[in-house]
């Protein structure tokens, strides 16, 4: 007996029996810690600021389950269930959180001990906002243009690495130039070269944070047909750039001086496209320059598309040192149709060869609402698919996430309903997220290993 004892105890200390996992906040949301036995913490944020969510309403259960358990979030942002005070708790689980001011998200098919879910505020504060200005070294050394053609800078700061930042998209304002004694208005973040004027001052709103401020210089045609703008052309003659920038909130950066670089650290970047996917008859795609912590800088002019596959690149050389390069590629109905569509993304692609897209995403079909379940095909390859509840501006009011393989889904009663009534959207979606696994992943992790999401929409009435 006191063997046995002995080694009781001693399996015990060895992690013969071991406590569950500690709650943890997982930054940016995901699932962790193995697979639901008798305990699940889920943790509710802002899927901006990040910010915990005290009061969330937190469910587990399916929609149809009548002994579906529930929980308010606390002061940490933090709901806590195990197998006394939730006998039905297993995994995998359906979990739905839900805030005031917040679109709910559902998770099917979730399999983790630690689980953080992050929700859309439906009224968000502003964008926090710094200001930048200054010129381009060797502006007014450039050679004037000729006849029909203007050199302009673009300028702009680095995007955060975050697909649909509000940050990543601030409305900038306009500035006047003088043209043989005439007020002209122009984008504050342009610089403007002609046989008439010569103006590098540029202004712009960009976003907080660790970034770089870059120009796009090209020259711009107008095709003989000055009142014409939808004939012009681009072609990118040069680029200018400053790293190391860290604004806060408020802070006006001025001065700035945005460094050329010169042709010879520059090469050709060309890339060859699969055929688009069945339905979808336009693409655009360019090259985008990753600089870690400080974003990324998309080359978005010339775009690149199935006619036009060559542009010119600077070389991750000097300042660019440790840079790499990705392609994004957008395929859809048509210019003004956005859905449905196929978005492409190649990481650390090789400069010195073609980049080859050799394949899309296929969006969902077969996308139907009944009796209020929403289903679609599945996507062959696709890694998760899901889809949004949307108002008919294409808002999101509600998301949900399969995590299991399953196709269709109806929305568990929430009360209030945050849905109204009348016209909305149903939006399946479907993503490639190589290398991920479902039952143990950070979003923040998986975001930068997208290679592909692809989505269309159907009308309903509810």
């Keep these: 007996m006191r063997k046995l ?11 013969g029996v071991s406590s569950p996992p500690e709650p943890h906040l997982i930054p940016g949301g995901g699932i962790a810690d193995g697979k639901i036995s008798s305990n699940l913490n889920v943790y509710a944020t802002d899927d901006e600021s990040g910010a915990v969510i005290s009061s969330a309403s937190v469910r587990v259960g399916a929609s149809s389950d009548p002994a579906a358990c529930v929980a308010l979030t606390d002061s940490t942002g933090l ?61 007014d050394s450039l050679p004037t243009p000729p006849t029909n053609h203007q050199t302009l800078a673009l300028v702009g700061y680095s995007q955060s690495d975050t697909l649909g930042d509000r940050a990543n998209d601030i409305a900038q304002g306009m500035r006047t130039v003088t043209v043989l004694t005439v007020p002209v208005m122009i984008q504050s973040n342009v ?57 806060a909130k408020g802070d006006a950066l001025a001065g700035e001086t945005l460094e050329m670089i010169a042709d010879a650290d520059a090469q050709s970047f060309t890339a060859s496209f699969a055929s688009l996917p069945s339905g979808m008859n336009f ?12 974003g990324r800088v998309p080359l978005v002019a010339p775009a690149l598309d199935l006619a036009h596959t060559t542009t010119r690149v600077p070389k991750t050389t000097g300042a660019l040192a440790g840079a790499r390069y990705s392609l994004i590629a957008q395929a859809q ?15 650390d692609v090789n400069v010195g060869a073609t980049v080859q897209l050799a394949s899309w995403l296929p969006p969902p079909s077969t996308i139907a609402t009944t009796g209020g379940t929403f289903s679609f095909a599945a996507v062959p390859g696709a890694t998760v698919q899901g889809g949004e509840i949307q108002d008919a501006n294409g808002n999101r009011l509600w998301s949900v996430t399969l995590f299991d393989g399953s196709t269709s889904f109806t929305l568990p009663g929430l009360s209030p309903d945050p849905l109204p009534t009348g016209t909305l959207r149903f939006q ?35």
């Design 79 to 139: 709901a806590k269930f195990d197998s006394k005070t939730c006998p039905t708790l297993k995994g995998p689980a359906t979990v739905t959180v839900s805030a005031t001011g917040y679109a709910p998200v559902t998770w099917i098919g979730a399999n983790g001990v630690n689980m953080t879910i992050a929700l859309r505020n439906l009224n968000p504060p502003p964008v926090d906002t710094a200001t930048a200005s200054g010129t381009i070294a060797g502006w």
């Design 191 to 247: 610089c403007v070269l002609n046989a008439l004027v010569s103006d590098c001052n540029w202004s712009m709103k960009t976003r907080v944070g660790t970034q770089a401020h870059y120009a796009l210089i090209v020259d711009q045609y107008n095709n003989m047909t000055p009142d014409d703008d939808s004939d012009d052309t681009f072609t990118i003659t040069g680029w200018a750039i400053k790293r190391g920038l860290s604004p």
């Design 5 to 15: 004892l002995s080694f009781t105890l001693l399996a015990v200390g060895c992690g």
């Design 428 to 462: 399946a979606s479907a993503l490639l997220i190589p290398g991920i696994d479902v039952d143990n992943f950070k979003l923040d992790d998986a975001r930068d290993k997208i290679a592909g999401i692809a989505n269309d929409v159907v009308m309903f009435t509810r």
């Design 283 to 294: 693409m655009g795609a360019f090259p985008a320059l990753e600089l870690g912590d400080e």
């Design 333 to 347: 109905d048509a210019k003004d149709q956005a859905t449905p569509s196929s978005l492409a993304w190649l990481h």
